[in-house]
């Protein structure tokens, strides 16, 4: 949720306008964390990017894109 907000935040977008809050999926929901410790601890990773840096170059690549994006098929196609 916390991200969500942020994304609404800077869209300019009202959240509780733009979001439809339901029930967690069972067994499901629950597990989307945002907690990189396993990672840091036992693959030594480290992130370059602050997380608001890195929404903030999203929002812009996909503002900079959004024809390209639209005009792509909304249904998957797996490639062999």
Not at 62 to 80: A, G, M, S, W
Request: glycine share 4%; hydrophobic share 35%.
């Amino acid at each position: 949720r916390e991200l969500v907000e942020i994304l609404c935040n800077k869209l300019g977008v009202e959240f509780s306008k733009s979001v439809k809050i339901v029930d967690d999926r069972l067994g499901k929901d629950l597990d989307y964390k945002m907690d990189c410790s396993w990672t840091k601890s036992n693959l030594s990773w480290s992130s370059h990017i602050k997380l608001e840096a890195g929404l903030d170059e999203c929002i812009y690549t996909i503002k900079e894109n959004l024809q390209v994006l639209n005009d792509l098929p909304l249904e998957y196609i797996h490639k062999e």
